[in-house]
């Protein structure tokens, strides 16, 4: 009996900790050196312009989400209405979140919380100065960066372009996923936020763009 007790006790380990691999370790190996991040989003532009739909429990949100890098790895964040009403604005930092304008019908706990999470996995970037877990694919031109982000298990994967998805996982299962699409160099053509377990979607895809070396 003990001796079937303490296999199941390592098969049931063994579950947990394979739960939020599998899909990325697959084909995988460590890598011999570290890996650098490529999210042209956060790191290679100055303001960035997306149409966006959000369905969330049946209901539906649209318009234009507006991101801007700002100094000191601020990030400015705002989705407005396509009538100009701005239906929540936030500041992001590597220490701070906050919403500076949300509108009365989002402005609950739960759903700031929700918003929060989503919104913080899509500027998320790995923290070069964690201990970072580095894999590259054994055949395909992919890379892997699994990083603990203020206590968030994050993986990051990497294709020919650029980032392909992250994935947030709570070390037994996926939350939410993001997925990456591109027809060719430079912006995706879509990005996707889905969550595992909660009818939540975000579909967005990019209106125009302005580089770092463009700003006067």
Known sequence: MQKFLSKSLVFLSLLIISACQTPYHSGYRKADNPIASKDILVEHYDK????????????ELSGILVIKNKPKNTRQMALVSPMGMTYFEVEQNDSTFEFKKILPFLDKTNVKLLLQSDIELLLAVPDTNNQDKYFEHKKLSRQLIRSQINGRLIYFEYGEYGIVKKELCNRIKIKTSINYEYQGRGLPQTINILHHGLPISWQLSPIKSQLKEEKQ
Do not use: V, Y
């Open 48 to 59: 960035l312009w997306f149409n966006t739909h959000i369905e969330a429990f049946g209901k």
